[in-house]
């Protein structure tokens, strides 16, 4: 695996505990996060077998109503290594920076403040998908 | 001698007859638009008439009636019909006394929606779900540090469900500011909770397995959809980002809710009414 994907750092732990609001198509997060670390991206695509959907974290309406609904980061996946047999389930949680911004483009705080959100994909931590999960 | 108009709905791409709301159309008036295809014949003297344009009306201050093209050597047309009218009969007619007593009536209890749908799901958090320490939480007492303040928890999606059944909100979410790089937040002593009897949505209270989330733009808020694979929703709830063809299933507290959805991510969805 290092071979190829240097950039990563596979654990093979139990899988933790995850919380995870509200789903969304994992091509959409690979679209939006693509240009944010195309590295990181590349490898998700070229080299795991993904399932449909990811987990995400919600804003809530009542919170930011511009942004109500959306998703960010951190996006829970499930899938496998590519070509590797069924049973060998993952669970790849992909972490990004996130930054909400107000209308003038500034950093805030203030999520109820803000008007849009920017993520980055900053890292990618696997594990084995457990039953506690 | 007069003539004579028979009308026929056409089958729609769902294979029943039902009109479809086509896609770049948006509510209005807090109505959807219907569009319906009708296969017409006219005739003369039991002949077909060829090569003519018949004009027509229809009941509702929102419909229109077009022959799209004259009528065919065996004096066939299509004519299109868009209205707003829902749950009231409509009527078309022609304008030309030749054909003044041919009519068609219909009263729409239901349309496609012409585009497909995302469907996606979401929940509100649930307490049992988080592990943190026991912080105060002011009027409504001592819960899990994480549950309130985390990124996933109260403060950040609005409710909660506490591990007593109860629910929690975060009453004045303006005055919460966050860490750089969205880590904690930086002033929990200025956050205000409150219980709630439920979670709110933007049009009503949200029930599991039964509201969505949508574009008021394209389903009306509080109306009634069907989506395949899920059943029937109501329009519950909005959100900003939610837009266009979207529905955001409520599915419940927790992330046992959530581990249940079944991977649906795209539907056709039947618009029902109000």
């Keep these: 695996m290092r071979t190829f994907f240097p950039s990563i750092a596979i654990l093979l732990l139990a899988s933790s505990v995850a919380r995870c609001d509200g789903t969304i198509p994992v091509s959409e997060v690979l679209e939006s996060l693509g240009p944010t670390n195309p590295e ?81 994909l900053t890292h990618i931590d696997i594990r084995v998908r457990g039953s506690g999960e | 001698m007069p003539g004579a108009i028979t009308f026929t709905s056409k089958t729609n791409a769902f294979n029943d007859q039902s009109p479809i709301i086509p896609t770049a159309s948006r509510v209005q008036t807090g109505k959807v638009l219907l569009r319906l295809d009708l ?20 009941t509702g201050a929102s419909s229109t009636v077009t022959q799209l093209a004259p009528t065919d050597a065996q004096g066939k047309a299509v004519l299109r019909l868009e209205t707003r ?53 002011g009027a409504v007492g001592r819960h899990k540090q994480d549950f309130l303040f985390g990124g996933r928890g109260v403060i950040m999606q609005g409710t909660g469900r506490a591990s007593d059944g109860r629910f929690i909100r975060i009453t004045n979410p303006r005055a919460i500011r966050w860490n750089p790089n969205f880590a904690g937040v930086a002033n929990p002593e200025a956050a205000v909770f409150a219980f709630a009897n439920g979670v709110q949505g933007a049009f009503g209270a949200v029930r599991e397995n039964h509201s969505v989330a949508v574009d008021p733009t394209v389903v009306p808020a509080r109306n009634h959809i069907s989506v395949t694979g899920l059943g029937d929703r ?34 056709t969805v039947k618009y029902l009414g109000p």
């Design chain 2, 85 to 137: 009218e829902f749950g009231t009969n409509v009527t078309i007619t022609s304008t030309n006394p030749d054909f003044a007593q041919s009519r068609f009536d219909r009263t729409f209890t239901e349309a496609w929606y012409e585009s497909t749908f995302l469907v996606t799901a979401y929940n509100c958090c649930a307490e049992d779900d988080f592990s943190g320490p026991l912080v105060e939480g």
């Design chain 2, 39 to 58: 296969d017409i014949t006219v005739a003369r003297d039991n002949q077909p008439v060829p090569q003519v344009t018949i004009a027509f009306s229809a």
């Design chain 2, 234 to 267: 109501w329009a519950d709830d909005t959100g900003g980002a939610i837009r266009d063809y979207h529905v955001d299933n409520f599915v419940g507290a927790g992330q046992a809710a959530l581990r249940q959805w079944h991977n649906i991510s795209a539907a």
């Design chain 1, 40 to 120: 990181l991206v590349r490898v998700l695509k070229e080299g795991f077998d993904l399932e449909p959907d990811a987990t995400a974290t919600v804003i809530g309406r009542a919170v930011n109503e511009q942004l109500g609904g959306a998703r960010i980061g951190p996006y829970t996946v499930h899938g496998r290594l590519r070509g590797t047999p069924a049973g060998a389930e993952l669970t790849l949680t992909l972490d990004t920076e996130i930054k909400f911004l107000d209308r003038q483009q500034h950093p805030t705080q203030n999520v109820s403040n803000a008007s849009s959100v920017k993520e980055k």
